[in-house]
């Protein structure tokens, strides 16, 4: 069996395999978006098409919708070229249950693929789509870096320098082209529209709309835009840049996911490297619980996803989910482990959480460091959330999530996962920040990471990291064994307020991470003890 268009016309050989197929016409699907595209999403990796694209499934399986969403690329061309249009845009999503035991579905609401580039003939149609009055959406999942518009210097990259100097007609830089993309759709009737980031960052909504008017500004200075342009951005009711929380695992993909495909008679079903080091397949492995929760700010309407299970709700509450998730009871947890994971040699999040000291330390950090400064969401309860995540999501072995990928961009994500619950700690009077004692030890278990070197003594490779060359230059004078040698060295690193959105030193915790830094080196092996003296811990 292939994954094509013409393939799943054969229903009773699909059904036969125990996969589950669109319950709708999707050529008909596909056409209808050509003619009203309602939904086009940038980012057409895996949480695309192993969540978002099965929201509009599920709405189309229903009858709720006649439309799919058209995806569009602007940093991987080849995720296109080698995994859409093969696959006549088909995805197959494929559930791992915490048995064992595999859901699997062709997901044919991917109904068209558009690559963002200038010099692509795409580009036309993606102005078209977006000059277009049906169209209500345009969602991104293009990763928290993709918004950064400044080195670490404070400076405009250089991409964006240049886009910012040659006007809409030429950009090079994602934002830069979302902002060139909404002036088309200004120019073309002043349309309303909701562009709304699903990237997993908090305040991702205020992010995109301050990094696109930034773009818009320093154009309209140059006089590249009209100066109506500006007005029609920060109106609400015509642009819309809606708050969400997105939560679902989706990890590389898996031999053993693809293995058992092909014993079920599939073809092609080969796991792609790309040339930028994505790596993706035809399917998409993924946990079973998954929640989206959004800010209902859609001034062209929008497909009734509430009838696929995400939750629509005001700003606040939002908020307060994502706050939840993003700074104590997920994302925090998912960082610690890919520290320690890395530089204890696991392979796995699911193995992590058999090792009595990293299970101990995320139950630290979620229960007894993060549950307190946490404001009950109300449509989700913190508790019962954190508890599904340590007891039931993590130790999932069938989800083959890796350390060393979600050790991706830590510097990026410092500041929200811990930094934010140090200033909470900060802000309350019954609260000593100075108290903090697991969320420190895993700064100083970042420090420690820097340096390249696992517990073993051994090199291992780092995962990328925008700032990843200045960080090592900070450690590389520091050596394994010799506490003398950390000297000032971590202090340009934990006095960064870019990277932690504070300084530790004057909030009372950056002598005791160097403290634990210390202990972290002292030579091989040094990290497991570490690990077993404060989290009292037995292997």
């Known amino acids: 069996m292939l994954l094509t268009r013409e393939s799943i016309r054969n229903i009773d050989k699909w059904r036969q395999a125990g996969i589950k197929l669109p319950n709708y016409d999707v050529e008909k699907a596909a056409e209808e978006t050509k003619e009203n595209p309602t939904w086009l999403h940038f980012g057409a990796g895996n949480i695309f098409r192993g969540f978002i694209s099965l929201l509009q499934q599920n709405l189309l399986d229903k009858g709720l919708s006649k439309t799919g969403i058209i995806a569009v690329e602007s940093y991987d061309y080849e995720i296109i070229e080698k995994i859409y249009v093969p696959y006549d845009n088909l995805s197959m999503l494929v559930v791992m249950n915490l048995d064992g035991t595999l859901e699997i579905e062709v997901i044919g609401s991917i109904s068209d693929k558009i690559i963002a580039d200038l010099s692509h003939s795409d580009w036309k149609r993606l102005k078209d789509v977006f000059a277009n009055p049906y169209l209500q959406i345009a969602s991104f999942?293009?990763?928290?870096?993709?918004?950064?518009?400044?080195?670490?210097?404070?400076?405009?990259?250089?991409?964006v320098k240049e886009d910012i100097e040659n006007g809409p007609e030429r950009p090079k830089n994602i934002i830069s082209k979302i902002t060139s993309l909404v002036y088309e759709r200004y120019l073309n009737g002043q349309h309303p529209i909701a562009l709304l980031s699903l990237d997993n960052f908090s305040g991702n909504g205020e992010r995109l709309f301050n990094s696109i008017k930034t773009i818009a500004e320093?154009?309209?200075?140059?006089?590249?835009?009209?100066?109506?342009?500006?007005?029609?951005?920060?109106?609400?009711?015509k642009v819309s840049?809606?708050?969400?929380?997105?939560?679902?695992?989706?990890?590389?993909?898996s031999e053993e996911v693809k293995k058992k495909l092909e014993d079920l008679g599939l073809e092609r079903m080969d796991i792609i490297k790309t040339s930028k080091n994505t790596i993706i397949a035809p399917f998409v492995n993924a946990e079973k619980i998954h929640y989206l929760v959004i800010e209902d700010k859609f001034p062209n309407g929008r497909p009734p996803l509430e009838e696929a299970g995400v939750i629509f709700t005001d700003k606040e509450t939002v908020e307060k989910v994502e706050r939840m998730k993003v700074t104590t009871c997920l994302n925090p947890l998912h960082t610690t482990l890919a520290i320690f994971g890395c530089l204890l040699n696991y392979n796995t999040i699911a193995d992590e959480m058999k090792d009595?000291?990293?299970?101990?330390?995320?139950?630290?950090?979620?229960?007894?460091?993060?549950l307190p400064v946490v404001v009950h969401p109300g449509v989700l309860d913190p508790e019962e959330f954190l508890r599904e995540v340590i007891e039931v999501r993590f130790p999932n072995p069938y989800m083959p999530d890796t350390p060393q990928r979600i050790a991706t961009d830590t510097s990026q994500k410092m500041a929200i996962r811990f930094g934010e619950t140090i200033k909470s700690y900060k802000q309350r009077e019954d609260l000593n920040v100075t108290d903090l004692k697991y969320i420190p030890l895993v700064i100083a278990g970042w420090c420690r990471y820097l340096m390249g070197i696992d517990d073993e003594g051994k090199a291992m490779t780092l995962s990328p990291d925008p700032l990843l060359e200045d960080l090592k230059s900070h450690v590389s004078n520091i050596r394994l064994g010799d506490i003398e040698s950390v000297k000032d060295n971590l202090r340009p690193i934990l006095s960064n307020e870019h990277i932690f959105g504070l300084n530790l030193y004057e909030v009372g915790l950056g002598e005791k991470i160097e403290n634990y830094f210390k202990e972290l080196i002292a030579g091989p092996g040094a990290v497991k003890n570490t690990l077993q003296k404060y989290l009292e811990c037995e292997e």
């Open 141 to 159: 999942t293009i990763t928290e870096k993709a918004y950064n518009l400044k080195d670490f210097s404070g400076e405009y990259i250089k991409e």
């Open 356 to 370: 009595p000291c990293l299970k101990k330390l995320v139950e630290k950090i979620g229960y007894d460091e993060g």
């Open 241 to 253: 840049f809606p708050l969400s929380m997105i939560d679902k695992i989706v990890p590389r993909p």
């Open 218 to 237: 320093e154009w309209q200075r140059k006089s590249f835009v009209e100066t109506g342009f500006l007005d029609y951005l920060t109106d609400s009711t």
